[in-house]
């Protein structure tokens, strides 16, 4: 056996915030994540398609999404999920992401990889992986988020990935930059 | 003439090698695999060594539909007991040396072997449909036809081109 010199080039990432949904983390750019609202506050009886529900803002009604840590959606967050994360979706607008934890993390810590080749595939909604200590995130845009959770993660947990993934956005990697 | 490698035994009473210089190193405790969401089965994850994310390959699940029927094909790598090692290979798109670093699931600690010219056989038929996987293959004493890993095809692809031919 011998030492490697050099591995997969890692980068410094920018900030980012985190958000725990299970054993998974996912990880959005810092500005990206607008506030943090109660899960109490999501109004549960206003769940349309994809939504776990919708949630009142300043600025008007935004749709709130819940998942497991498959990416499959939830319509019933579960009771570690505490948290309605409102995230900036671009130009679909603000939504709501419900979770366990959210953390602020800053990019001195952090360093990104590209999504691995040999785990990228049609209906993946990840632009890379974000190594934070020893746990890993899984990096996109608060845009791609919602454009994955409004279009794609829409059937319940159980649904066979390939009978969804027609739905799905193709892997972008042009929006790797976005968190670098 | 001679050359060293590493004999894998993988799940599904599967066996592959690799050059001697291709395993990096062998995780002594039970890896601590990320699951990567929506990632095809046989690349479920990844595991953090030495400040690297490195991508997690199950080649006893990504082939194991072309070898005979192996009770624990279908056990999740968390629920079965399992060792994972480092293996180094050179990509084009790899940066400063070109070296990349994948890490394999075993069954159990890889052996070394030796392996001469005229231990060189074909692949099995049932692997003929998988061969930019492999480098070559050789017979072994006890285990018959063992094909050699081609890391840099195999990590390099997109798993979902790789599970369509499984």
């Not at chain 1, 050099?6 to 996912?26: E, K």
């Not at chain 2, 940066?95 to 075993?106: K, N, T, Y």
């Amino acid at each position: 056996m011998r030492a490697c010199q050099n591995a997969a080039p890692i980068r410094q990432a920018a900030q980012l915030a985190s958000l725990c949904v299970g054993r998974l983390t996912l990880a959005v750019p810092l500005r990206d994540l607008q506030s943090l609202e109660p899960v109490l506050d999501v109004d549960t009886q206003n769940c349309g398609g994809a939504s776990a529900g919708t949630i009142d803002l300043r600025t008007g009604r935004c749709p709130v999404y819940c998942v497991d840590e498959s990416l499959a959606i939830l319509k019933d967050p579960r009771p570690e999920h505490r948290i309605c994360a409102i995230l900036d979706g671009g130009d679909a607008g603000p939504f709501g992401l419900i979770c366990g934890a959210v953390e602020a993390l800053e990019g001195d810590g952090l360093a990104s990889v590209g999504v691995p080749p040999c785990m990228r595939t049609p209906d993946s909604p990840l632009e890379g992986l974000t190594l934070h200590g020893r746990r890993v995130l899984c990096r996109r845009t608060g845009a791609a988020w919602a454009r994955f959770m409004s279009a794609g993660a829409l059937e319940p947990a159980g649904v066979e990935r390939s009978e969804r993934s027609h739905m799905l956005t193709e892997l972008d990697p042009g929006m790797d930059e976005d968190c670098v | 003439m001679s050359a060293t490698g590493w004999l894998l035994s993988m799940r599904g009473k599967m066996h592959f090698a690799v050059g001697a210089r291709e395993l990096v190193y062998v995780l002594p405790d039970e890896p601590e695999i990320h699951q990567v969401p929506l990632a095809p089965a046989p690349a479920p994850g990844v595991i953090v060594w030495e400040d690297r994310v490195v991508p997690v390959i199950d080649v006893g699940l990504l082939l194991g539909g072309a070898h005979e029927a192996a009770d624990d094909r279908t056990t999740s790598l968390a629920a079965m007991s399992c060792v994972a090692g480092i293996v180094a290979y050179t990509s084009d798109t790899a940066a400063d040396d070109g070296v990349e670093l994948g890490a394999l699931i075993f069954r159990k600690i890889p052996e070394q072997v030796e392996v001469s010219d005229d231990q060189a056989r074909e692949l099995p038929d049932e692997l003929i449909a998988h061969a930019a996987l492999f480098t070559s293959c050789f017979e072994h004493t006890d285990l018959g036809p063992v094909p050699v890993l081609n890391l840099a095809a195999l990590f390099s692809r997109a798993q979902a081109a790789l599970v369509r031919v499984a």
